[in-house]
């Protein structure tokens, strides 16, 4: 491959990226797109004990970071080379994408009003123990946790 071709490879590669970020600009919460004009059910509770997790790759990340590196990997070498350092490359960038996509959450324990206790995982809000919580759910899915005011 010249460089030309390697530049184009990354270029398109680049543009295909970009187009899965989406164009949306809400602050809001994000709901699923077959789900978005569902009816929705809510609980209300008190946070009751807070316990910090690691949420896990729900797979985005070991895909792209494999495609990633295997496309950087073959712009090495020549041959039987570029081929195992596309291969090399498509195995490193998956455990690194793994690596990036892994997020800190919290599990929050929240009595409802009900008295039953539920656990939610939540990353990217913080709430404190005594905090008074509004559940939005999605049929048996956790669509978001608000704090009541």
Do not use: H
């Not at 990997?73 to 892994?102: D, P």
């Amino acid at each position: 491959m010249n460089i030309l071709q390697n530049k184009i490879g990354v270029s398109i590669l680049t543009a295909v990226i970009v187009s899965f970020n989406g164009c949306a600009t809400n602050e809001g919460p994000t709901y699923d797109g077959g789900s978005y004009s569902q009816i929705k059910r809510y609980q209300i509770g008190t946070v009751s004990n807070i316990r910090p997790v690691i949420i896990s790759d729900d797979g985005r990340g070991k895909f792209f970071g494999m495609v990633i590196g295997a496309v950087l990997g073959s712009t090495v070498g020549s041959g039987r080379g570029q081929t195992l350092a596309s291969l090399g490359g498509g195995v490193a960038g998956r455990y690194a994408g793994n690596e990036i996509a892994k997020a800190n959450g919290n599990e929050l324990t929240i009595t409802l009003e009900t008295g039953e206790s539920v656990v939610v995982v939540l990353k990217g809000k913080t709430f404190k123990i005594g905090d008074k919580v509004k559940i939005i759910k999605d049929g048996n899915n956790v669509a978001q946790v608000d704090l009541v005011e």
